[in-house]
């Protein structure tokens, strides 16, 4: 039976983030500070809700895309019943989990997540904002917002007219496989959209493939969009670091990290 493709590039995604991009220390720790229940806005595969909920917290976690759901329920299964029970997966759209009736009942929350690049899947400024609205609407007063996203130099930029790259070629340890990613990219600078295509090509070296491709609209953020946007969610900016460990941001910063508070009623 041939692989759905939504499955497919589930499981792909966690070959793509095989090499860890070092955040998930940064959300412990942030965790270990504020206590739970924790909100994660694109939890995917549980990349980070797994690690969270086995230091003790209760996570819930919100994604659209059923397939990276399934993959999250197969890392908490593998993870014991202990961890799986702290953790609640919701299927639905990250901008109107303010709203959602489960998540509303598990809330409100101590800290909302929102991690590496996901805003950047939301094409519209519009919808960027609704993400840091939902998430200040769960947290409870002093509750933490955390958003972190790239922040692509020029010389990136310049790099998205279109041409194929190839980002690695892995091996897939589930199939044992040989998988092939690249890429190309359009950058609209007035709208600060990109539009990528992924292509994985999967099968044994010199032998038949097969190909999985994805589309993506993606809209890039700056770190003064992401100011407004905490700012008129009603939360307050604590931090705007440059890296996973909250050092500085400083200019060439390639990522910026925001925390923000929900401002405590008078």
Known sequence: ?????????????????????????LYRALAKRTGGPILELAVGSGRI?????????RVVGVDIERAM???????MA???????????????????????SRVRAAG????AILALNSIIILPTAERQR?????????????????????????ADLTAFDGRLSLDWVRIEPTTGLEVTKTSAAWFDPT????????????????????????????????????ISYATDAGLEVEQLAGDHELGPLAAGADRVVLVARRHHPD
């Open 69 to 75: 759901l399934d993959r999250a329920r197969a890392r």
């Open 191 to 226: 709208s600060r959209r990109v539009t990528l295509t992924t292509i994985f090509e999967e099968g044994r070296p010199g032998g038949t493939t097969v190909r999985w491709i994805r589309n993506d609209a993606l809209r890039l953020v700056t770190a003064d969009e992401l």
């Open 130 to 154: 609704a993400a840091l609205a939902a998430m200040a609407h769960a947290l409870a007063p002093d509750g933490l917002a955390v958003v972190d996203v790239w922040l692509p130099v020029p």
């Open 1 to 25: 039976m041939t692989e759905p493709a939504a499955d497919a590039i589930a499981r792909l995604y966690d070959l793509d983030l095989s090499v860890e991009p070092g955040d998930v220390d």
């Open 78 to 100: 593998a993870a014991g019943p202990d961890v799986a029970a702290r953790i609640e997966l919701v299927e639905g759209d990250m901008t109107a989990a303010g709203a959602n």
């Open 108 to 111: 409100p929350f101590q800290l």
């Open 49 to 57: 809700a797994v690690p969270l909920a086995e230091d003790g917290h």
